[in-house]
């Protein structure tokens, strides 16, 4: 079965620190280009951070360029969003994708919530 589970959201102070996982299973993950992206209530869905499956480049959004670090670990068939700094204006859902050509996979979401 092909499946994308996040995981590491939680409620965390300004400035605070987490880990988001995007754990796959039913593929190989490092095939694929896997992108985070956010949603918060009553806003667009924001892609923030990306990493490519062909020679691991990395791209990030203004707003988290800095603060906010993807990464693969291949042996956990994992890719990770490691976010420093935290502000309330990163409160969120946030959902991993992995593409591969018309290929599209989607985790259900981790909610990350930022008090000022």
């Known amino acids: 079965q092909v499946q994308l589970v996040e995981s590491g959201g939680g409620l965390v102070k300004s400035g605070g620190s987490l880990r988001l996982s995007c754990a796959a299973s039913?593929?190989?993950?490092?095939?694929?280009?896997v992108k985070w992206f956010r949603q918060a209530p009553g806003k667009e869905r924001e892609g923030v951070a990306c990493i490519k499956a062909t020679d691991t480049t990395t791209t990030y959004a203004d707003s988290v360029k800095d603060r906010f670090t993807i990464s693969r670990d291949s042996a956990k068939n994992t890719v990770y969003l490691e976010m420093n700094n935290l502000q309330p204006e990163d409160t969120a859902a946030y959902y991993c994708?992995?593409?591969?050509?018309?290929?599209?996979?989607w985790g259900q979401g981790t909610q990350v919530t930022v008090s000022s």
């Open positions: 994708n992995a593409a591969l050509g018309a290929l599209s996979n």
């Open positions: 039913g593929f190989t993950l490092n095939m694929y280009a």
